[in-house]
């Protein structure tokens, strides 16, 4: 009895023994492995030399994975350089004879000796080439945000001047349509944004707010502080929208069937939803269609 007994306690011991040197070589690899990554994340890229073949070969897997991996982010980089110089040189090249289209056709409907048709032909060059501007400016932010090229700088700041120069801007389009506006914000609410770039995504919402509601209807601006956000309304007396469109509405060159009789492309409640997003914030929309549409804007508080 007492030599298989010894039997076992000495298989017992190896067995010990053995897993104590496993863990030892796990430690090992996973030590040699964790400095690979510290390595790689200071930008040194090595040669692995490891006695043991197993961790050896992890290891010259894991460099290339990361080498491979820099040398994309670097051709990535790159592409978005090229992106960004050919955004540049396209807004350069477009805006200044779109300006000057603009600029004659003006001068020609100050002409008091044109007939009929030709102040109606200038009236259209002028309108149309206002699109083409409004659509040109629209696809360059729209591709710098894409290419990451846009960026934001967001700080703590009060949100009544947001919304006041967002109605300023919008302004002239609510009092040609006899629109109803109120606007109800507290001096004190602070949120954290950029303020540029946070009035562009706030001007679109409310200018389609304005577009998309009968002359003398109404808009209503409110805003409400929770514990994380703020959030700033825009109910409108519109066209309303269906719930199976929620979503639609914010991908670019989307087009409601309902409403394709207006101007627009489609791209500028994309582009707020995408400002928005970058700073930490959202938008949503709650309506039904012939009763118009409350959009609300989520601003973070820090």
Known sequence: MIMPALVFALL???ALAYIVWQKRQYQSLFTRLNKLFDD????????????????????????RYIAANKAHLASVQ???????????????QTRTPAANILLYSGLLLENENLDESAAQMAG??????????????????????????????AKPQPVKPLISAAVSEAYPKITEKSIDLTVSADEGLFAHFDMKWTKEAFYNILENAVKYTDADGSIKISATSYEIFVRLDVADTGVGISPDEYTDIFKRFYRSPRTREQDGIGVGLYL?????ALQGGYVKVASEPGKGSVFSVYLPKQ
């Open 12 to 14: 017992f011991v190896v």
């Open 40 to 63: 790689a994340s200071n930008g040194e890229i090595r040669t692995v030399s490891y006695d043991e073949s197993v961790a050896s070969a992890l290891g010259e897997k894991i460099m």
């Open 78 to 92: 790159d592409e978005r350089n090229k992106i960004k110089t050919l955004i540049s040189d396209i807004s350069h």
């Open 124 to 153: 259209d060059i002028q309108s149309q080439a206002e699109k083409l501007k409004f659509l040109l400016d629209a696809l360059v932010k729209m591709s710098r945000l894409e290419t990451g090229v846009l960026t934001v700088e």
């Open 272 to 276: 707020a939803r995408e400002i928005l």
